[in-house]
């Protein structure tokens, strides 16, 4: 019996063999490969390294532009979950009624964005919010000339521009898995909710949203993790500027990396950001568990 068992459990370790090689080769050894390298000071272009424990992060902690990189990671993050979801919600809601004309192209229109390259979406919105502008032209041609602004050459503008754009590209994602999940929901609860009175603001209320809670934790922790990696729409859309304005975490560690050739230091940041998510993430999960 023993001998069979043990068989059987071996049968499956080599199963899951060549994935676990593959995983740890990809996975587990960049990224202790990360760890170790924060705590060296480690140039790329002279390929020198010296053993500096944490004075990485040290540095890291009080280095200003870091901050800012934080803040502005944390506020493009908390803004993305707020708008994304409710509009994906809303537009969720809006189709699944099915009661408007063109039902199934308004969902490819919106779903469209979110599988287009963020470098492509970002070089087209740079256009966009350029001072010449489509932006800047329709306001001007609606008569209100008087809202035209540099929107990503302006430190207070700069930032809502990526944000605007994220929820352009990335509502439609989450739209069709609430869609999908309002799918699932028996259409006799809805009967049953009629019969007894209830409005269709009260079904929505009563019905449809509470049962979008948990694709709602799941996208949550999904936005937390995609906040807290963009790098592609800010590297094309400012850089990081005006004046660190729109700087992330992820553009931070680029320009330590490959422009200032940094390598240690990036590595520092980038296991910053790592335990940021991952707390985050646990307590996203750990607060949906409990609920």
């Known amino acids: 019996m023993k001998k069979k068992v043990f068989v059987n459990n071996l049968e499956g370790y080599l199963l899951i063999l ?3 090689v593959f995983y740890s080769l990809f996975i587990l050894y960049p990224l202790f490969n990360v760890f170790k390298s924060s705590t060296f000071k480690l140039n790329t272009l002279s390929q020198q390294g010296s053993f500096i424990g944490l004075l990485n992060y ?3 902690f009080k280095d200003s532009i870091f901050w800012r990189a934080l803040l502005n990671t944390s506020l493009y993050t908390v803004a993305i979950i707020f708008l994304i979801n ?9 189709i699944d009624r099915g009661k408007i004309r063109g039902n199934y192209f308004l969902r490819v229109m919106f779903f469209i964005p979110s599988i287009l390259p963020p470098v492509l979406v970002g070089a087209a919105f740079k256009r966009i919010f350029a001072p010449f502008g489509a932006l800047n032209m329709i306001l001007s041609g609606i008569g209100l000339s008087v809202l035209k602004h540099n929107w990503l050459g302006e430190p207070s503008w700069a930032l809502l521009a990526i944000i605007i754009t994220t929820l352009w590209q990335c509502a439609g994602w989450n739209m069709v898995i609430f869609l999908a999940r309002l799918k699932e929901i028996p259409r006799e609860l809805y009967e049953a909710a009629s019969i007894d009175g209830a409005s269709e603001w009260g079904i929505i209320r009563k019905i449809k949203l509470p049962l ?3 694709a709602l934790a799941i996208l949550i922790v999904l936005n937390i993790i ?3 990696k963009v790098f592609d729409l800010v590297y094309v859309m400012t850089g990081g500027g005006p004046a660190h304005k729109t700087e992330v975490l ?13 390598y240690g230091y990036a590595s520092s940041i980038a296991v910053v950001m790592l335990v940021i998510m991952l707390l985050f993430s646990w307590l996203r999960i750990k607060g949906t568990l409990k609920g």
Do not use: D
């Not at 992820?250 to 940094?262: D, E, K, P, V």
């Open 18 to 20: 060549p994935a676990l």
């Open 86 to 94: 409710f509009f994906a919600i809303v537009f969720a809601v809006i």
């Open 250 to 262: 992820t553009s931070l560690l680029y320009y330590q990396a490959f422009n200032f050739h940094n």
């Open 226 to 228: 995609g906040g807290f």
């Open 212 to 214: 979008l809670k948990e």
């Open 58 to 60: 040290s540095e890291l």
